[in-house]
């Protein structure tokens, strides 16, 4: 249940007494649809081992996050030698039996990145080495830069960088009756945002700026 009582669909283990534990939740293949740098959003909960007589040594608290590019979908073909390691994700909370007696549903929201993708499609995957978890949803998304105008040029939509420190240069187009005084270019952040404007286009001789555009005089 979450905190307003609902039912919730969950992935849950809880294999903390015994040792060695090496389970694996893998996703469907995701297609990249141009992202060069992929962000995933987890939303989980997790037992706090201190609460649970008698685990000590076998029970953890963080799990792993994985994940595998490829240019098609493998279906059930990919070993785990095959995946690279994204992070080790841990809980910034954890619930006991107080939490669990009165249904407090104690939701961790943990965000990584990766990048540069270069293939197709990939898959993620979690790994848990013996934890008491419940991941509940699981969101991916990439960053663009929304096309907009300014000092008279149209900048398209973009797709952010590969890296989290990438800026993607792009020239715009003077927008109709105007001209280039100086080649227009911005840069698109690995935020997503619009960062130093360079240049700019100027009204045509018998048109004057307006809102962006240029009309006739």
């Known amino acids: 249940m979450d905190e307003y009582f609902s039912p919730i669909h969950t992935y849950q283990v809880c294999n903390v007494m015994s040792p060695s534990q090496n389970n694996w939740l893998r996703t469907n ?50 070993w785990e030698s095959q995946f690279s390691k994204i992070d080790t ?51 991916v998304y990439y960053k663009r830069c929304t096309g907009m105008a300014r000092n008279l040029a149209v900048f398209t939509d973009v797709v952010t960088g590969a890296d989290s420190s990438s800026l993607v240069e792009v020239r715009g187009q003077c927008v109709d009756h105007a001209e280039e005084r100086d080649t227009p270019k911005m840069y698109c952040s690995a935020e997503g945002e619009w960062l130093v404007p360079i240049g700019r286009c100027v009204c045509s001789a018998g048109f004057e700026e307006h809102r962006d555009n240029c009309i006739g005089e």
Do not use: H
């Not at 609460?51 to 059930?76: A, I, Q, W």
């Not at 990584?112 to 080495?129: E, M, N, T």
């Open 29 to 78: 293949w995701i297609q990249r649809d141009g992202a060069r740098r992929i962000y995933i959003e987890m939303k989980f909960t997790l037992r706090d081992c201190n609460s649970m007589p008698g685990v000590l040594g076998t029970c953890k608290e963080t799990f792993n996050l994985y994940y595998y590019e490829t240019d098609r979908d493998v279906g059930t073909t990919i």
């Open 89 to 139: 994700i841990a809980a910034d909370e954890s619930f006991t039996n107080v939490d669990l007696g009165v249904r407090r549903l104690k939701l961790n929201t943990e965000i990584r990145g990766v990048g540069p993708l270069s293939k197709r499609g990939f898959y993620l995957a979690f790994q848990d080495i013996g934890a008491c978890i419940a991941v509940v949803s699981v969101r």
